[in-house]
């Protein structure tokens, strides 16, 4: 059983700060990451993918692929109020395959 | 990044009527399309997985004779959510896949917002 494991949250920063989102996943061959953040009653919105180990840095966004802990994070510097959100955690096995999907942390961005 | 369309976006509904939901790849192709469901305060939840020209497969639960896939084209899928009820109200989103080398930029549509009463 393919499973994705992130902290459901809340988790509360102030303005301006930096919010690190984890994310551990179980099947070791596992290829491609996303992160996706949805706002209530809106479709996932993808900000970032990764398939490489390392750091990928998109803005504000930077994704970090551990493959060898099976870990991905996702950090967010200078969080705003508007990145209240549930980030959600994605798995590719492989392909064309359906995503394997954390249940969200609820982020909370306090002004 | 890619564009996908769903249509109707929120669409109300008296149960025991059917539900036609359509979802739309506008600059790809989309050879594979997941549709997924998601209750309030749940998690994505997948429902079925669908090959352009073949009948879809389904999740464990969820019953094929009532959520009717039709992915007849690579551009066009569509959800039936046949005679609905009430516990069928939900947020009904797609993903149109592509194969293909990494990195795979995958999208959801905006979803579709159905209201049994």
């Known amino acids: 059983q393919k499973e994705v494991e992130q902290n459901s949250g809340p ?3 102030p303005e301006g700060a930096i919010a690190s989102l984890n994310c551990t996943y179980s099947d070791r061959g596992s290829q491609s990451f996303f992160w996706y953040r949805q706002y ?16 990928k840095e998109d803005g504000r966004f930077t994704a970090q692929l551990n493959k060898a802990s099976q ?6 510097r200078d969080s705003q109020p508007s990145d209240s959100a549930t980030y959600l955690c994605a798995v590719q096995p492989s392909g064309n395959t359906p995503l394997v999907f954390g249940k969200g942390t609820r982020l909370s961005v306090i002004a | 990044g890619a564009v996908v369309s ?9 149960s025991g009527t059917s539900v036609k939901i359509e979802c739309r790849s506008l600059d790809f192709q989309a050879t594979t ?6 209750f309030p305060k749940q998690s994505l939840m997948l429902m079925a997985t669908s090959n352009e020209g073949s009948k ?10 009532k959520f009717l896939i039709n992915h007849a084209s690579l ?40 209201t049994v009463t």
């Open chain 1, 40 to 55: 209530s009653g809106k479709s996932p919105e993808l900000i970032m993918f990764i398939y490489s180990n390392g750091d």
């Open chain 2, 6 to 14: 769903q249509h109707p976006s929120w669409v109300i509904c008296k």
């Open chain 1, 71 to 76: 870990y991905v994070s996702l950090l967010i």
């Open chain 2, 75 to 114: 551009t066009l899928s569509t959800l039936t959510v046949t005679s609905a009820h009430p516990e069928d109200s939900s947020f009904y989103i797609c993903r149109p896949g592509t194969s293909g080398k990494p990195p795979y930029e995958q999208y959801f549509g905006p979803g579709t917002r159905l």
């Open chain 2, 56 to 65: 879809a497969t389904y999740e464990q639960g969820v019953e094929k004779d």
């Open chain 2, 33 to 38: 399309m997941f549709w997924y469901r998601q």
């Open chain 1, 11 to 13: 988790l509360s920063v």
